[in-house]
């Protein structure tokens, strides 16, 4: 209990016990202390205050100790009731607050742990980046080391097809070269032109053949068009009658005046004399002269195939040509200049005897060759080349 509610009570405890000696100790008052009591005695009605008054004093301030400890009360429960009121808030707004703080701190976890997840998840992308970055870069490199193989393996592709097409047009030319000899017997031997631009078709037997040459304009040059606007003339027909067992046929222009452009040469298998018993495939020879760039090609037809492109070449400007003419002129003279060098007599001592003998043998030979025959080994027969004999006469 408070300190007033003490208070309070000690001074209503002494008023109540003041209030009954004063009762007591009243003049008025008699009391029969004998054994014993008259009625008569409590019945006298004294002209003083009586004890019923007293009684109804004594309600009276005991009513009034009773209200004023009721209001007491009332007021005292009403402060425990405010003071429970306010502990109560106080502990809703500590709760509150412990609540409010419990939330900040699992928001900041919460950031905390986002803020590291992210932290996390930007370093494995910079990881991932740094890889692909890595990977990006060795496929690059294996690209570019791809790249260069292959580029590698082209070149030496295409500088094996170079050789090898130089290859074939030094045997085309070669093969011009040995046949020079027979085309030459055979174009005399009809009375045909010869120029810086010359296509000739050589075979052997008496079949028809016929050469078509298309001009850089387009224009076909052959036994029904024998003179093109281009230039170009067929003037050697050969076989229509089954004349020779070694024709030839001959599309010649001009010196300097044949166009410059692509050339297309096909040989057309036109008939076939069955009265001169010719074997059949017929084997060809084509000797082609592009601006003095001697070559050959061979082929084969059968009665009834189809018309064979034989080979297409490009013709240079009459400039180029004369260029080219002049470059070929000055390679051969230096090819005779090396020649000679390396032909140049030298001091004894630096010849072996067994080079030197041999050497002497093989001069010897070639002069006996020389004088046995009178001229040079000639170009072999195209009837050789082609692997034909006479019994196809």
């Known amino acids: 209990m408070q300190p007033t509610d003490y208070l309070l009570t000690f001074a209503l405890g002494g008023a109540f016990v003041m209030g009954l000696l004063f009762i007591v100790m009243r003049r008025e008052a008699q009391v029969n202390v004998q054994s014993g009591m ?22 009276r301030k005991l009513a009034a100790v009773q209200d004023l400890l009721r209001r007491q009360n009332h007021s005292d429960l009403g402060s425990a009731e405010e003071r429970f009121a306010k502990r109560r808030e106080e502990e809703r707004i500590a709760e509150e607050e412990a609540r409010r703080r419990r939330e900040l701190e699992d928001a900041q976890r919460e950031d905390d742990e986002e803020d590291e997840r992210n932290r996390r998840e930007l370093e494995m992308e910079q990881k991932a980046a740094q890889r692909a ?40 030319r070669e093969a011009a070269q040995r046949a020079m000899s027979e085309l030459q017997a055979r174009l005399e031997r009809e009375g045909a032109q010869s120029s810086d631009v010359q296509v000739s078709l050589m075979w052997n037997n008496y079949n028809d053949l016929d050469l078509h040459v298309v001009c850089p304009s387009g224009e076909r040059i052959h036994g029904g068009n024998k003179n093109s606007d281009c230039g170009g003339e067929l003037d050697v027909d050969a076989n229509v009658r089954a004349e020779t067992r070694k024709p030839v046929e001959n599309v010649f222009w001009q010196e300097g005046s044949a166009p410059a452009g692509k050339y297309q040469v096909y ?4 008939k076939k004399h069955n009265k001169r018993r010719s074997k059949d495939p017929t084997k060809f020879q084509l000797i082609v002269n592009a601006g003095n760039d001697l070559l050959e090609f061979s082929g084969e037809l059968s009665t ?31 090819a005779k200049g ?13 010849v072996p005897e067994e080079v030197e003998e041999k050497a002497s043998m ?19 027969d195209l009837d050789l080349l082609m692997g034909d004999d006479d019994s196809e006469d």
Request: proline letters at 5%; aromatic letters at 4%.
């Open 267 to 270: 040989v057309h298998y036109y």
């Open 362 to 380: 093989d001069i010897e030979e070639e002069s006996n060759d020389m004088t046995s025959s009178g001229e040079l080994p000639g170009a072999p």
């Open 38 to 59: 008259s009625a008569e005695g409590l019945m006298q009605q004294h002209s003083g205050m009586g004890f019923g008054k007293a009684k109804k004093n004594l309600d």
């Open 304 to 334: 009834g195939d189809p018309i064979m492109m034989v080979t297409e070449f490009v013709l240079p400007s009459p400039e180029e040509r004369e260029e080219r003419r002049r470059a070929l002129e000055k390679q051969i003279q230096d």
């Open 338 to 350: 090396d020649s000679a060098a390396e032909n140049a007599p030298r001091n004894e001592e630096d």
């Open 133 to 172: 970055a890595e990977e990006a870069r060795l496929a690059a490199e294996r690209e570019s080391a791809r790249q260069l193989e292959l580029a590698s393996a082209e070149s030496d592709r295409l500088e094996e097809i170079e050789a090898a097409r130089e290859q074939e047009a030094l045997k085309s």
